[in-house]
């Protein structure tokens, strides 16, 4: 079956440091990848997606996340990390007609 | 276009009361997912709908749960009764085919009490 996993549930970053959040899938044809963002009380909101091509791919707020299929891997990053960064990161693969959603990490930013 | 767009915010019930959740999907999506979020078990999908038609509602909990897709443009989740444990943020998701990506809307959170 399809799966996401998203092995850090909590990470800790200073403002202006660089940040990683990973991300591998299980799936066997090329995916539909994504980063959805969850601000606290809000919704999820789209970052970025990959369906094909430049496996760079870039999003809103500075972020940008690469396909390595050799890795099975979907990692997010942002060179610079600004507070209102602070927020749950979702990482999701296309599974026929609907979204396999991994379980989340949850990033905070200290000052 | 306003997105989807969810009703209340915010419910506060008693145990036993019914609550009905509305969902408005963006025009010309064709699918239509009910998810809860709650600390303990993350992001679940309860059920979604293609051109109004259930596809998979095997993530609803319980009989006490339904939901239904009158036409394109409307989706209720009804639980009926309500019971504390029913207390999460129950979002709504619409999408052009599902595989590509949804729009979320803000979500309800339900209290019972």
């Known amino acids: 079956a399809q799966s996401v996993t998203q092995p850090d549930i909590h990470i800790t970053v200073s403002e202006g440091a660089s940040l990683e959040l990973r991300c591998n899938y299980s799936?066997?044809?090329?995916?539909?990848l994504f980063w959805y963002v969850q601000s606290p009380g809000q919704g999820l909101q789209l970052l970025l997606k990959?369906?094909?091509?430049?496996?760079l791919v870039q999003g809103i707020k500075g972020f940008e996340a690469e396909f390595k299929r050799s890795q099975s891997s979907f990692n997010l990053r942002k060179p610079s990390v600004h507070w209102s960064d602070a927020a749950e990161y979702f990482c999701?693969?296309?599974?026929?007609?609907?979204?396999?959603f991994g379980t989340g990490t949850r990033l905070q930013v200290f000052p | 276009d306003a997105g989807v767009i969810q009703s209340p915010r915010h419910e506060v019930t008693e145990m036993g009361q019914e609550v009905t959740l509305r969902c408005k999907p963006i025009?010309?999506?064709?699918?239509l997912f009910w998810y809860r979020q709650t600390m303990m078990r993350g992001l679940e999908l309860l059920i979604y709908?293609?051109?109004?038609?259930?596809?998979?509602d095997s993530g609803m909990p319980e009989d006490r749960f339904s939901a239904k897709m009158p036409n394109a443009s409307f989706s209720t989740l009804k639980i009926q009764p309500s019971e504390p444990r029913d207390s999460a943020v129950y979002f709504c998701?619409?999408?052009?085919?599902?595989?590509?990506?949804?729009?979320f809307g803000s979500g309800t959170r339900l209290t019972v009490v």
């Open positions: 709908f293609n051109n109004n038609v259930p596809i998979d």
């Open positions: 990959y369906f094909s091509g430049d496996t």
């Open positions: 999701a693969v296309g599974d026929t007609d609907k979204l396999i």
């Open positions: 799936y066997g044809a090329t995916p539909y």
């Open positions: 998701a619409s999408s052009f085919d599902g595989v590509r990506g949804y729009t």
């Open positions: 025009s010309g999506h064709d699918y």
